[in-house]
């Protein structure tokens, strides 16, 4: 076995002209021929994919963009009914817009605010022209979504243009056919002479048409990340976001919305999801009209962001999805996306090494020697990957402590004399560098405000990663340590959020220089496999996803909680992004004890499995396990990594909560079935199966055979024996 390492044209006024016109493109505008999934009309335009429709068109009138549809795949526009003005609400403000500015008569809340040379705040964002560019050009300095070949996805950039302010808006619409997704970004161009401030900017904005929903939202904090909360759309605002500098795991950069009988498998369900990693602001608002916005973008707490003449500031990528298959519907497009067209990684998509991580086996406490034994034992019983956390580095201040060491990448020197590199040379080693951007040392490069004090989190500053020479360093020092051994595997933690800033643009800034550094390393070490990592699931965001294949899903190990978290997680992200492990008993966050069996098959269901324990004091009847285990692992890994999921029972509605992951041409399935409490005399429900093919059968657990339409629509029973048990089915097509 081998231990694997570590631009101004059409300008028109008026807005109340626009109560005597159709809100609509004409007839034979909507006749006209698809090509790539865009279909353009003169100023009309409908982005096409397989089961859905986003429609918009240019207001004849005011050269405001107005939204015609989005959801299920539609031919044509019906034409909507221009608004009665009554009351001080305007023409405008009774629309569905598709770029709202601030100002004349929307009260409602705007996707930009720009603040002009003179002090105004008001904008008149209008159609200029548009362009369709096949495939998908990359945003600059951010992470973003990418076509494969030919005919995955194709662009349309609208131009607008305020005559008044000399400021220009592009807005990139992208659609990925194949697979429902809507991703749409915006750049900001100071064309005029003097400077202005964007203060707020959504990546996207939409106001879907009339009629109730609700909005789902994953919330948390440290070691309970990922809960879904699901709650009604009522009249006014209702958002959430993040002002820590970084996604959090107070709030996620992901929303749903549904229609209120929407479930996990049925009805409307509507998904968006912000491909960015730093502060981020979601809006949801119920006008007055009945319609309702909601908008993803960049926290205008941490914006301000200052645009000389000639300069552009370009908006993180927003993704859209759209299924009636309810809200698993959404989550599998989001997924098959994410894996295939966003994650650069080559173990994007490729099954995971099996690992022991040292942390909650060792902590601080070990050295050379007992690190080495620990790795013998890990392979011994069938582990590839052996990953050291926290505590191999640091001279000066060592790492032995947690409040010591961070910024200092060299081994130390007492408990390895001999460096690392030499001393893994019969055992290759992975290694965790505690994130670089946490560090113990006052300087200029540490962020701060002037006189006040630096707020000191865990013993622990910040590098100023919005400045090019601290991102150089850590590029630096990475490298150094990639480049000189034989380190495979890279776990990038990050433990504190961002307190002080000198101001609110460094937050963006701070940002774009994070993503220099992943970029770089990436590119220069495509054959290391990075796990992102924040005090667990602090920075599990689209935009990290870019970089890093996996990233580690909570620092609760608790089988019971894992389940609500990664449950919530797969929302929006891909099963094969979560890093999930077997931790020991009593668990170190929660208490609980729980059978090692239903530990390890929760932990199974992440892309990323493996143990977090020493071996050597398991009991002989779990230590036995292992080795079955790992093997089950390994079998299953690759339906884990590229399949589909279906949550089948949601750990909030069910004592026996189950999903399935079938294979990508459906041939193969595993089935996770758990029991949470014990129930006496009362026999479990059937569970009905997702996914299949109703005319085909399939072969389960390699004895019984049964046609798909057999296990959708009747289903399996098992019988469970006490609390937290639990099931591993397999399902393959006869």
């Known amino acids: 076995m081998t231990l694997r390492l570590p631009s101004n044209k059409g300008l028109v006024s008026g807005l109340v002209a626009l109560a005597s016109v159709l809100l609509t493109p004409t007839a034979a505008q909507n006749a006209a021929p698809s090509t790539g999934g865009v279909v353009v009309n003169g100023t009309s335009f409908a982005l096409n994919g397989d089961h859905v429709s986003y429609r918009f068109h240019v207001d004849p009138k005011t050269g405001d963009l107005i939204n015609d549809h989005f959801g299920g795949l539609v031919t044509e526009t019906v034409p909507m009914l221009a608004p009665q003005i009554q009351g001080w609400v305007e023409g405008i403000g009774r629309v569905k817009r598709e770029f709202p500015d601030m100002g004349r008569g929307d009260f409602r809340v705007p996707a930009v605010r720009v603040k002009q040379t003179a002090g105004y705040t008001v904008s008149d964002f209008r159609y200029r022209s548009h362009d369709v560019v096949q495939g998908k050009p990359a945003l600059p300095g951010l992470p973003s979504t990418f076509g494969r070949d030919e005919g995955d996805v194709t662009t349309l950039v609208v131009h607008m243009y305020d005559n008044y302010s000399s400021v220009a808006a592009d807005l990139t619409y992208s659609i990925f056919p194949k697979l429902d997704a809507i991703v749409r970004s915006v750049n900001i161009t100071n064309e005029g002479k003097g400077n202005i401030t964007i203060e707020k900017l959504a990546s996207f904005s939409v106001d879907l048409p009339y009629g109730d929903f609700d909005m789902i939202e994953l919330k948390g904090d440290w070691a309970r990340e990922g809960m879904k909360v699901r709650r009604k759309v009522d009249y006014g605002t209702q958002g959430f976001g993040s002002t820590t500098g970084y996604s959090s795991h107070l709030h996620n950069p992901f929303l749903g919305l549904v229609a209120p009988d929407t479930t996990e498998s049925r009805g409307e369900a509507w998904g968006f999801s912000l491909i960015y990693t730093g502060s981020f602001a979601v809006d949801v608002e119920r006008g007055s009209q009945g319609f309702t916005r909601a908008m993803l973008g960049l926290n205008p707490y941490h914006l301000s962001w200052n645009l000389g003449p000639g300069e552009s500031l370009t908006s993180p990528e927003c993704v859209a999805t759209y299924s009636e298959n309810g809200i698993g519907g959404v989550s599998r497009l989001f997924h098959r996306l994410f894996r295939n067209h966003l994650m650069k990684s080559k173990f994007a998509v490729a099954p995971r090494p099996v690992l022991l991580n040292s942390w909650e086996g060792l902590f601080f406490d070990y050295n050379e020697s007992r690190i080495y034994n620990l790795a013998q034992e890990s392979a011994e019983l069938g582990v590839k990957l052996f990953v050291l956390d926290d505590g191999w580095f640091g001279n000066e201040y060592p790492r032995v402590i947690d409040n010591a060491g961070l910024g200092d990448w060299q081994a130390n020197k007492d408990r390895f004399p001999n460096g690392l590199a030499p001393s893994w040379t019969k055992s290759p080693l992975s290694r965790r560098p505690t994130h670089p951007r946490s560090c113990s040392l006052v300087s200029d490069w540490a962020l701060h405000a002037g006189d006040y004090p630096r707020t000191l989190t865990r013993s622990e500053l910040v590098l100023n990663v919005a400045l090019p020479e601290v991102q150089d360093f850590i590029i630096a020092s990475l490298s150094d340590i990639l480049g000189n051994t034989s380190v495979t595997y890279v776990k990038w933690d990050n433990n504190r959020a961002i307190h002080e800033m000198p101001s609110d643009s460094v937050a963006h800034a701070y940002m774009l220089g994070l993503y220099r550094v992943f970029d770089t390393l990436m590119t220069r070490f ?138 990508e041409d459906g041939n193969k399935g595993v089935l996770f079935y758990f029991q949470v409490r014990s129930t006496v005399d009362q026999p479990t429900p059937y569970l009905r199966l997702q996914g299949l093919d109703p005319a085909a059968r399939y072969t389960v657990n390699g004895t019984d055979t049964y046609s798909g339409a057999t296990l959708m629509r009747m289903g399996l029973q098992y019988r469970f024996k006490g609390e937290y048990d639990s099931k591993v089915v397999l399902i393959e097509k006869a």
């Open 526 to 663: 495509p054959d290391v496999l990075f796990e992102g990592c924040a005090s667990g699931g602090g920075r599990f965001d689209a935009g990290i996803l870019q970089y890093f294949p996996q990233v580690w899903t909570s620092d609760d190990t608790d089988a019971l909680m894992r389940i609500y978290t990664q449950f919530g997680t797969s929302l929006v992200y891909p099963p094969s992004s979560m890093g999930a492990h077997v931790s020991v008993v009593p668990n170190q966050q929660t208490g609980r004890t729980i059978p090692f069996s239903f530990r390890s098959h929760v932990a199974l269901m992440g892309g990323s499995f493996g143990f977090e324990l020493d071996p050597a004091e398991l009991s002989d009847a779990d230590r036995a396990q292992i080795p079955g285990i790992i093997k089950l692992a390994e079998e299953i890994n690759p339906i884990i990594v590229k399949g589909d999921l279906w949550r089948l029972n949601l750990p909030e509605d069910s004592n026996w909560p189950a999903a399935l992951y079938l294979s």
